[in-house]
């Protein structure tokens, strides 16, 4: 992918791993907008000189605005990334977890859905373009404390699968984006094994740089997760993450 002279629409962007990346994607030459719901860091970004559109991925009407905004400001818009997600703690002894999964999967994979239908129809007439969607690590090997995140990331992998053979042909490109755990908002202080942020987009746009792009971007550390189950892995590491679940509240103090 010509990392240059793209014009880019990062939906989530407004913080962490999207907002690196629009700064990557401008120091590389192309034109960025995010899009986010908060207002200050909208309003932060507008200082930087990154465009900004107002949008809620929960909300359909707020989708459609974003869209129709965006595209009258960016009628050469080539790339759309689809970012935002939420990661929630669940215990699902408690049926009360049941609203924290409705969250998740309405921002997750609903929202990712949203945005994806938005913008489908103009960049098919185009007759070129690209999507990227963003998973996780934790959608090839999920982290048990969280398992509507890991559920909701499967699911993008699959839909973003799907939607890469139904435009085949239409010159729309689908790229998948599988992070691993990276130091954003305090992370390095939850995980230490965090991969830094830095070198984390480093790594990203390296890889998006290379011809032909790769379908999937895997930095090296979440190949592991990636490739858990072929490399015969995975029961073990699922069980070793299962140890994660004493931070569940209920679970504290428990033997």
């Known amino acids: 992918m010509d990392l240059s002279n793209r014009t880019v629409?990062?939906?989530g962007g407004?913080?962490?791993i999207g907002r690196e990346l629009a700064r990557r994607f401008v120091a590389a030459g192309s034109t960025v907008a995010v899009g986010g719901r908060s207002p200050q860091a909208l309003s932060e970004l507008a200082e930087e000189g990154f465009g900004t559109i107002s949008?809620?991925?929960?909300?359909?009407?707020s989708v459609a605005s974003a869209r129709d905004a965006a595209l009258a400001r960016y009628p050469d818009l080539d790339t759309v990334v689809t970012m935002s997600g939420v990661m929630l703690l669940e215990d699902l002894r408690d049926p009360a977890h049941f609203e924290a999964a409705e969250t998740t999967i309405d921002t997750n994979l609903l929202g990712t859905i949203r945005v994806i239908d938005a913008f489908t129809p103009h960049l098919v007439q185009r007759g070129a373009g690209t999507f990227?969607?963003?998973t996780s690590g934790i959608a090839f090997l999920p982290f048990p404390p969280m398992p509507t995140y890991a559920a909701s990331k499967a699911a993008v992998h699959a839909y973003s699968e799907a939607l890469r053979a139904q435009l085949d042909g239409t010159g729309v490109d689908v790229v998948e984006l599988v992070p691993?755990?990276?130091?954003?908002a305090g992370q390095e202080k939850?995980?230490?094994h965090a991969l830094p942020l830095d070198d984390f987009a480093?790594?990203?746009m390296d890889l998006l740089g290379t011809e032909p792009t790769p379908r999937e971007i895997l930095v090296d550390r979440v190949r592991v997760h990636r490739w858990a189950e072929r490399d015969g892995a995975y029961d073990e590491l699922v069980a070793q993450r299962s140890q994660a679940l004493a931070m569940l509240p209920s679970r504290q103090g428990q033997r």
């Open 9 to 11: 629409l990062i939906v």
């Open 14 to 16: 407004t913080s962490g």
């Open 55 to 61: 949008i809620d991925v929960t909300d359909s009407a």
């Open 132 to 134: 990227i969607t963003v």
């Open 180 to 184: 691993p755990a990276v130091a954003t």
């Open 190 to 192: 939850v995980n230490p």
């Open 202 to 204: 480093t790594e990203v």
